[in-house]
């Protein structure tokens, strides 16, 4: 039997894929509103840019991590442009390049550079040190020349634990996150959330998180939507997006079982009905909580 959201009314805060996520809920049964939690900004990230070819042309760099494939494809083209594709893609492939799951490792596919380990799921920064640790096979990282590509935010997590290991780490940023720039969406949807006429909303990266509190701060409905999300079903794609909800002091009602897109909105569909009705009833038992 198929998963149903039984008509649910499901909000969504995805941007790059938004059209994807809206007929994804719409095929599981499921009222889909998504309103764009995000956007990218290109940053002026040429001075890093460019030192990061220079060291890779060079031979000066012992391993690149690859966190994302929209910041990898655009990295390797802005370098591309400065030193030659070719030249580029043999720099590369002359030197250890760990990709941070599936969409990193399609890029490196596109230019024929293999990949020396990928991270498995859900794919954090924690998974890339233990593919890293598994590839070095006990080999201390002390004195490495490690470059991170950065995506959406500062990578600090795992530049410290690189650092902690010996690395001698640079990174490069390739774009940020923004705030959308019309906001009127995202507003609607923490007035939609608080007015109850949201039963589930799906969650697939933590910025979406600080930019819905950002949002609802400015509009001084912030301890609204906490109270409003005791009886909303909220669904993390995995454990990023889950350590975000929980710095606002939230605990997801589903995680999928691969963190995937099409896991999560199916998974939810199947979920839901029991969800939301265990999260009302335990509501209306506790009122005062």
């Known amino acids: 039997m198929t998963p149903s959201f039984g008509q649910a009314r499901v909000l969504a805060l995805e941007s790059r894929r938004a059209v994807e996520v809206g007929t994804l809920i719409r095929t599981f049964g499921g009222e889909a509103t998504v309103a764009p939690a995000l956007r990218e900004v290109p940053v002026d990230a040429a001075p890093a840019v460019r030192a990061?070819?220079?060291?890779?042309?060079?031979?000066?760099?012992?391993?690149?991590?690859?966190?994302?494939?929209?910041?990898?494809?655009?990295?390797?083209?802005?370098v591309g442009v400065i030193h030659g594709p070719e030249r580029v893609r043999t720099a590369l492939a002359a030197t250890r390049v760990v990709a941070r799951g599936p969409k990193p490792l399609a890029?490196?596919?596109?230019?024929?550079?293999?990949a020396w380990t990928v991270a498995a799921e859900p794919n954090t920064w924690r998974e890339v040190l233990t593919a890293l640790d598994g590839a070095l096979h006990g080999t201390p990282l002390t004195g490495l020349r490690v470059c991170v590509q950065e995506y959406g935010a500062p990578s600090d997590a795992l530049v410290e634990a690189?650092?902690?290991?010996?690395a001698v780490v640079t990174t490069v940023p390739v774009y940020r996150w923004a705030l959308p720039v019309d906001l009127e969406p995202l507003r609607q949807a923490v007035r939609s959330l608080i007015a109850g006429t949201v039963d589930v909303m799906l969650l697939t990266t933590g910025v979406q998180v600080d930019h819905l509190?950002?949002?609802?701060?400015?509009?001084?409905?912030?301890?609204?939507?906490?109270?409003?999300?005791?009886?909303t079903v909220i669904a993390s794609i995995g454990p990023s997006t889950t350590e975000a909800l929980r710095r606002h002091g939230l605990e997801p009602d589903l995680e999928p079982s691969h963190p995937k897109m099409g896991y999560l909105v199916r998974e939810a569909a199947a979920q839901t009905a029991d969800l939301l009705a265990r999260k009302r009833t335990h509501v209306s038992d506790n009122p005062t909580r």
């Open 107 to 114: 890029v490196l596919r596109e230019v024929a550079v293999p």
């Open 52 to 78: 990061f070819g220079e060291a890779l042309i060079a031979g000066e760099l012992d391993i690149v991590i690859l966190l994302t494939g929209v910041g990898a494809r655009a990295l390797l083209d802005a």
């Open 162 to 166: 690189l650092e902690a290991r010996g």
């Open 213 to 231: 509190w950002q949002v609802a701060r400015d509009l001084g409905l912030e301890p609204a939507l906490r109270a409003a999300l005791a009886t």
